[in-house]
T-cell receptor
């Protein structure tokens, strides 16, 4: 069974600064996908970024980027130039077949 | 209108009552899922369905049942609700693999918050 661990239950960052959210996972699969989802107070689940395990290049979406370390089974999310609208729960998720397995989440607060 | 619609958005009920959460989608996806969100535990899979005739248990199916009435509709039932089923419930959909590979992305509804007193 796959497991996903987010070791930081809560984090805070000043507006315009950079923050990194950590995620580790455990799997015996060699081909899989990793995701970061954002859940703002509206509770909608919003896909932030996706990484395919067979791709060595780290995914980037505007201010969001990942540091994917396959050997270490680590998948961290970096948010640059943090904005107040980035305040949300962030979930790391893993898919090696038919369904997503989620981590416990990190609550991020962006302070003005 | 949302692509994945859940009803009700919020519900308060009493222990022992039967509750149904409904999900409908206009994305045309074959695969549908029900997840439960609890603080600190993330989202956990309750049931999933890959087509109308295919229903599978997830990680935490005890106390729940589902019905896939059509490709676009997937309902979750609590036959006799108990307080520890108080949670935020999400329906989600996904498409078939692209070029033989799973993309893995799920598309979520807006969630149904259930409180069992």
């Amino acid at each position: 069974a796959q497991t996903v661990t987010q070791s930081q239950p809560e984090m805070s960052v000043q507006e315009a600064e950079t923050v990194t959210l950590s995620c580790t996972y455990d799997t015996s699969e060699s081909n899989y996908y990793l995701f970061w989802y954002k859940q703002p107070p509206s509770r909608q689940m919003i896909l932030v970024i996706r990484q395919e395990a067979y791709k060595q290049q780290n995914a980037t979406e505007n201010r969001f980027s990942v540091n994917f370390q396959k050997a270490a089974k680590s998948f961290s999310l970096k948010i640059s130039d943090s904005q107040l609208g980035d305040t949300a729960m962030y979930f790391c998720a893993f898919n090696a077949g038919n369904m997503l397995t989620f981590g416990g989440g990190t609550r991020l607060m962006v302070k003005p | 209108d949302a692509d994945v619609t859940q009803t009700p958005r919020n519900r308060i009920t009493k222990t022992g009552k039967r509750i149904m959460l409904e999900c409908s989608q206009t994305k045309g996806h074959d695969r549908m899922y029900w997840y439960r969100q609890d603080p600190g535990l993330g989202l956990r899979l309750i049931y999933y369905s890959f087509d109308v005739k295919d229903i599978n248990k997830g990680e935490i199916s005890d106390g729940y049942s589902v019905s896939r009435q059509a490709q676009a509709k997937f309902s979750l039932s609590l036959e006799s609700a108990i307080p520890n089923q108080t949670a935020l419930y999400f329906c989600a959909t996904s498409d078939l693999p692209m070029n033989g590979r799973e993309t893995g992305e799920l598309f979520f509804g807006e969630g149904s918050r259930l409180t069992v007193l």
